[in-house]
């Protein structure tokens, strides 16, 4: 047995219902998977070297995504070419599955960055991929790829915690919406990775990395001394590491983008209103609604560009997901776009002289390639950052209170406390008109320019433990606005990496995305850890 956690067969504890009013999400057929591919190009079939061997086949019926990557080594492959590399049997699910697996248990040690391992039940998928690939049948573009999940989303079978200790043994019966969507789309699990309680960090045991009471803390892998950030953490940790083809997490104040930057890889907070949150901890509903988003999690770009699609669109249980349709980022003419960039605003990120570098460097290679890039920020950019505090703390973290004791954890041994002051509804109400006409302000802004590139973090990782300073993070200005954002590696600064944000316009992820990978391309992206 490989596994050392709980097993796909547990029986959920009588004690911990799911919690009600959930029905299985809809997930799309793979006739739908199929459909929605036919507008991707045709797979290309690579000669590989070890640790990889060749079998001479062709690739079942179908138009996909065509990879870019050109890796070797198979677990540092992208999601995009793993799939490519399946479908036209160079390797096999089963081989790629078992590559992962092995790579999980060398590195895991070191960072515990998945929680929960599902290796018999991925086994057993692998098996059946592989069989049907052999009768000619694909169930869809992630057909055989090995892929870990946020510990803070349901998977059907496998221990979902959402890091709480109410939840310690639960096994969901339904996959949440973007997982199922994953599954049917031919992705495998692999296990559960790492997230601070309810994905919401706060609390007397926060030391500035992912970290709960279920599971403990989650280390980057460039330099374990480090935060790996959060709250998708443990998701950013493994995937770095090339212990996952991919991972889906959450954002809710940079809680996708944050760990792609400290540990190196691509991620995406999409448009307000893409992803469903259906069978996330914290999902939909309320005064936060447009703030948390869910998007994937990826050593390359070109992921993003596969995965993102196939998880979007409506359920018909998450009220606020529109029916948006998706452009191509291969349609995207980088010679048209107007570009703005900034650094910092009025002082007040302080970010250090790797970063700023970082982002000149970026702007110099899109001056190259673009129409024009002017150095410019939202106006009245500084006005919208007291606003984020204000509501996350609106009724002194209630919400969160209400959504432990819906699941059975028992307060205060997570840490967490309840008594800053509750705004009153006049106040509450103040401050949401003017988070809205900052949006409406900022909006107008962007109608000058297609695509904006800033930090992520005024900073590379930081020391476990070392507090950041007031004004470090880039991120949560986009969740309260609901613009796509991107973030790419794009330099480096003490040895460890530097993700820029590439934002768009709403539901322009096209133009976010052709020109994250434009940056990665020539500024080379993700890079394998020493670890």
Not at 105 to 121: G, R, Y
Not at 136 to 160: E, F, N, Q, W
Request: proline residues 7%.
């Amino acid at each position: 047995m490989h596994n050392s956690e709980p097993q796909s067969g547990m029986v959920p504890s009588a004690s911990r219902p799911e919690r009600s009013g959930r029905r299985s999400p809809a997930v799309d057929s793979r006739r739908a998977f199929i459909a929605r591919a036919k507008a991707w190009a045709a797979p290309t079939v690579l000669a590989l070297q070890s640790p990889m061997r060749a079998k001479a086949a062709a690739a079942p019926a179908g138009g996909f995504m065509a990879s870019k990557d050109k890796t070797e080594v198979l677990t540092q492959c992208s999601a995009t070419r793993l799939a490519e590399l399946i479908r036209t049997k160079k390797v096999s699910a089963t081989e790629v599955v078992k590559a992962y697996i092995d790579r999980i248990e060398q590195v895991n040690p070191h960072l515990n960055a998945v929680v929960t391992k599902s290796f018999d039940l991925a086994l057993k998928e692998a098996k059946s991929a592989d069989e049907l690939l052999a009768q000619g049948k694909l169930k869809g573009p992630l057909h055989g790829v090995p892929m870990t999940i946020k510990d803070s989303l349901d998977t059907a079978g496998v221990r979902s915690t959402w890091g709480t200790l109410g939840r310690f043994n639960f096994i969901p019966q339904h996959d949440a919406t973007s997982v199922g969507r994953a599954r049917a789309a031919g992705a495998i699990l692999l296990g559960k990775t790492n997230t601070p309680e309810f994905t919401i960090g706060s609390g007397s045991y926060s030391i500035g990395t992912t970290m709960n009471l279920v599971f403990g803390l989650t280390r980057n892998p460039y330099d374990t001394k480090r935060s790996c950030a959060g709250s998708s953490g443990g998701a950013g940790a493994i995937v770095a590491a090339y212990g996952s083809g991919f991972d889906i997490g959450s954002d809710f104040g940079g809680s996708i983008r944050s760990p792609c930057h400290h540990n190196g890889i691509a991620g995406i907070k999409p448009t307000s209103g893409r992803v469903p949150r259906t069978g996330h901890a914290v999902d939909y509903g309320g005064i936060y609604d447009n703030q948390q988003q869910i998007g994937p999690m990826a050593r390359k770009v070109e992921d993003l560009i596969l995965i993102t699609p196939i998880i979007a669109g409506q359920d018909y249980l998450d009220a606020a997901i529109v029916p948006a349709p998706f452009r191509s980022a291969a349609d995207v003419d980088l010679k048209k776009l107007r570009v703005a960039f900034f650094s910092d605003v009025e002082n007040y990120h302080k970010p250090t002289a790797e970063t700023v570098k970082t982002v000149t460097s970026a702007a110099k290679v899109l001056e190259a390639a673009c129409q024009s890039v002017k150095e410019s920020a939202p106006t009245g950019y500084t006005e919208i950052w007291p606003l984020y505090p204000k509501l996350r703390f609106a009724d002194s973290s209630l919400w969160i209170k209400r959504l432990a004791e819906k699941v059975g954890t028992t307060f205060p041994a997570a840490g967490r406390k309840f008594d800053s002051p509750v705004l009153s509804m006049p106040e509450l109400s103040e401050i949401v008109e003017k988070r809205d006409l900052l949006k409406r302000q900022y909006l107008a802004w962007f109608k000058d320019y297609d695509v904006l590139i800033c930090p992520t973090n005024s900073s590379p990782a930081r020391l476990i433990g070392e507090d950041a300073p007031s004004g470090a993070g880039y991120t949560t200005i986009y969740n309260l606005t609901g613009w796509p954002s991107v973030v790419v590696r794009c330099g480096t600064g003490e040895g460890l990496p530097i993700g820029l944000q590439v934002v768009a316009r709403p539901f322009r992820e096209d133009v976010a995305f052709a020109v994250a990978e434009h940056l990665e391309s020539v500024l080379g992206g993700w890079k394998p850890p020493a670890i």
